[in-house]
Each structure stands twice: as structure tokens, then as C-alpha cells.
């Protein structure tokens, strides 16, 4: 039971990122609303962390909670450099930005597995 709930949270979590992205993108909404961008991040962040805690339930490993931070930093890093070298607009300020980014992923991972545990 508890593998299912983690599911349908990733799921909420999940539907929530794309609609909120795929508005962004449609709608230009990124570049009226700065601070979209870090809630989405904040949302990946959630959204990889209760996949690796839902890995662990399933699959019966036991994850550490800063191996799952780590797994969500190497995520993120991941996506800048796909934004990178995706050519996707980038600020003035990339490495400010990009920070931000990759600590709200963490901030987003830390309520992730808060969240994943408290279900599993």
C-alpha cells in the first residue's frame, strides 16, 4: 500500500510540473513570472526525490536520505547542462541562476523525501 500512495503523490507532483511548465512555455509565462523557473525547480526536486524513495520501497533497498539528496543534485546538474546545451535562453546572471536553481532542487528533494518517508 505504502509503494502505491508514493505513486500517486510522484503522480500529483508530477501533473502539477508539467501543466505548470507547459503553461510557462505556451504562454511565455517564464519571462513575465521570474520566479516561476525556481518553483518549478522546486517541483522536480520533489518529484526525483519521491521517485528514489519509491525505488528504495519497491525495490527494498534501503535509501539514506543524503543518497537520495545526491541522486536529486546529479538530476539537476543534469538538466542544466541539458539546458546548456539545449541553447535554452539563459540570464545574464547563468551561474547566479543556476545556483538557484539547483538549490531549490534540493530544497524541493528535502520535502520530497520528508514527504516519501512520512508515506512509506
Known amino acids: 500500500m505504502h509503494a502505491r500512495a508514493l505513486l500517486v503523490v510522484q503522480f500529483l507532483v508530477l501533473l502539477a510540473l508539467g501543466v505548470t511548465h507547459i503553461s ?3 504562454y511565455s509565462l517564464y ?10 525547480h522546486f517541483l522536480g526536486g520533489a518529484w526525483v526525490a519521491l521517485v528514489l524513495v519509491w525505488l528504495g520501497v519497491r525495490s527494498k533497498i534501503t535509501t539514506s536520505y543524503a543518497g ?5 543534485i546529479v538530476i539537476g ?3 542544466e547542462v541539458f539546458e546548456y ?3 535554452i535562453p539563459r540570464e545574464a546572471n547563468f551561474f547566479l541562476d543556476t ?3 539547483l538549490v ?3 530544497l524541493g528533494g528535502i520535502v520530497g523525501v520528508a514527504v516519501g518517508r512520512k508515506l512509506s
Not at 519571462?31 to 518549478?40: A, E, P
Not at 537520495?68 to 536529486?72: K, Q, R, T
Open 24 to 26: 510557462a512555455l505556451q
Open 31 to 40: 519571462w513575465h513570472y521570474v520566479w516561476l523557473d525556481t518553483f518549478t
Open 68 to 72: 537520495i539528496i545526491a541522486g536529486v
Open 77 to 79: 546538474f543534469g538538466w
Open 85 to 87: 546545451i539545449g541553447g
Open 99 to 101: 545556483s538557484i536553481d
Open 104 to 106: 531549490m532542487d534540493v
